[in-house]
């Protein structure tokens, strides 16, 4: 049995769609998965951790936190730094942000989603772009620049949402975080949606034996 001591951020969305989702892909590993996932969590076992600050060392890219200390003593105002792609990676999780942004008023990190119907964004797909600000911050623990989490319509660009991270976030992220965390190492029994809609749009639903729209 793996044990998994990290989560990738996106199960963070799974999590909220349908746990049992979490189950049938890391704990009994669907044969009809598709590469979604950008990011496993660590298994115990899993590939050798490769911290952001080596990965950009062997790019050329200023590490984090150079780029931090650089930005904070700069004089120049609007001193940025920019960055597509950007993985982000603590204790309990590792993930991939869209987009960051870094001045010395405020650090930025975009998440780029589907426009929902009504306009407003999902609860699930908030807490995943908290949940790179938690991490991110988590990850540089002496932060004091503010962090703003922003989700953004992927067709046009435009902004959907824009919220400024707070330790009053964690709470609702360590949760759900565990949470998952339990399932996937089979210490919490996963609870399955029992909306039909749902099993309807999942894409795990030829292999899941509590799927409900049959
Ligand atoms: S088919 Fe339904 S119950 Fe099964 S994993 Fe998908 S959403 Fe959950």
Not at 128 to 143: G, S
Not at 180 to 203: A, M
Request: charged share 30%; proline share 4%; aromatic share 10%.
């Amino acid at each position: 049995m793996d044990t998994y001591k990290r989560i990738g951020i996106s199960w963070l969305h799974n999590q909220a769609f349908c746990e049992y989702q979490l189950f049938l892909k890391w704990v009994l590993k669907a044969p009809n998965l598709e590469s979604i996932e950008v990011i496993e969590g660590d298994k115990s076992h899993g590939t050798q951790r490769v911290t952001t600050n080596e990965k950009a060392a062997k790019s050329g890219i200023l590490p984090i936190k150079d780029i931090l200390t650089s930005v904070k003593e700069s004089t120049i105002v609007g001193t940025k730094f920019y960055r597509t792609d950007f993985r982000v990676e603590c204790d309990i999780m590792i993930g991939e942000i869209d987009e960051i942004f870094i001045s010395k008023s405020k650090i930025l990190i975009v998440d780029y989603k589907p426009l929902p119907r009504t306009g407003i964004p999902f609860l699930d797909d908030k807490r995943q772009t908290i949940a790179y600000a938690f991490c991110f911050h988590r990850e540089y623990l002496n932060i004091t620049t503010p962090i703003f989490c922003e989700i953004k319509d992927e067709n046009t660009g435009n902004q959907i949402w824009l919220h400024e991270y707070t330790v009053a976030d964690d709470a609702d992220i360590l949760d759900a975080t565990y949470r998952s965390l339990d399932i996937v190492n089979q210490k919490r029994e996963p609870i399955d949606t029992k909306n039909p809609n749902k099993c309807r749009g999942c894409r795990l639903n030829s292999e899941c034996p509590r799927r409900k729209d049959i």
